[in-house]
T-cell receptor, first 109, second 113 residues
Framework: RKEVEQDPGPFNVPEGATVAFNCTYSNSASQSFFWYRQDCRKEPKLLMS???SGNEDGRFTAQLNRASQYISLLIRDSKLSDSATYLCVVNIGYSTLTFGKGTMLLVSP | DVKVTQSSRYLVKRTGEKVFLECVQD?????MFWYRQDPGLGLRLIYFSYDVKMKEKGDIPEGYSVSREKKERFSLILESASTNQTSMYLC????????????FGDGTRLSIL
């Protein structure tokens, strides 16, 4: 099983739609979870951390399901500017983070 | 705001050259990392450092070395560049504690001819 697995997409959605991505991870002892956003030919940027109880930041909601070992990202009221690749990030070892390969989102007018 | 600065955005070198990529962070982070990113392969960890003069191999250290003489600076060295090292190189830094995210520099697009 891959350490951090994401559907590569692309997810094509119209403006205003709600879209959700899931990410599964292999290590049941993982403690740190993040979502990053990466625009084409740019560096990854932290979107949000994922907390055990779930958390929200504006239009973005992140959830953690430890029992099934996945995290999710929900984007409401999609904007054109949300078009990007979303990277799921989990600590597999103690000192390092493992990045998924990303899910591409394309929001169209 | 965290600032991670990489010395070059674009770099073109020749096969066999020794190549230095520099990274500086201004947030007093203990941890620093070097990744490469290739289409379809995602981010792969080359080396990381959790303190001055300390280094640990990541997933793909072959053909690379690193140097951390000062806390704020982490250098990646390609000892003898080869064409398969053409890639986007990303430096990141973070605090030492487990639940801290990493912050990335702008990246260096390195082409080896």
């Amino acid at each position: 099983r891959k350490e951090v697995e994401q559907d590569p997409g692309p997810f094509n959605v119209p403006e205003g739609a709600t879209v959700a991505f899931n990410c599964t991870y292999s290590n049941s002892a993982s403690q740190s979870f993040f979502w990053y956003r990466q625009d084409c030919r740019k560096e990854p940027k932290l979107l949000m951390s994922v907390y055990s109880s779930g958390n929200e930041d504006g239009r973005f909601t992140a959830q953690l399901n430890r029992a099934s070992q996945y995290i999710s990202l929900l984007i409401r009221d999609s904007k054109l500017s949300d078009s990007a690749t979303y990277l799921c990030v989990v600590n597999i070892g103690y000192s390092t983070l493992t990045f998924g390969k990303g899910t591409m989102l394309l929001v169209s007018p | 705001d965290v600032k991670v600065t990489q010395s070059s955005r674009y770099l073109v070198k020749r096969t066999g050259e020794k190549v230095f990529l520099e990274c500086v962070q201004d947030m007093d982070h203990e941890n620093m990392f070097w990744y490469r990113q290739d289409p379809g392969l995602g981010l792969r960890l080359i080396y990381f450092s959790y303190d001055v003069k300390m280094k640990e191999k990541g997933d793909i250290p072959e053909g690379y070395s690193v140097s951390r003489e000062k806390k704020e600076r982490f250098s990646l060295i390609l000892e003898s560049a080869s064409t398969n090292q053409t890639s986007m190189y990303l430096c990141a830094s973070s605090f030492r504690w487990l639940n801290q995210p990493q912050h990335f520099g702008d990246g260096t697009r390195l082409s080896i001819l």
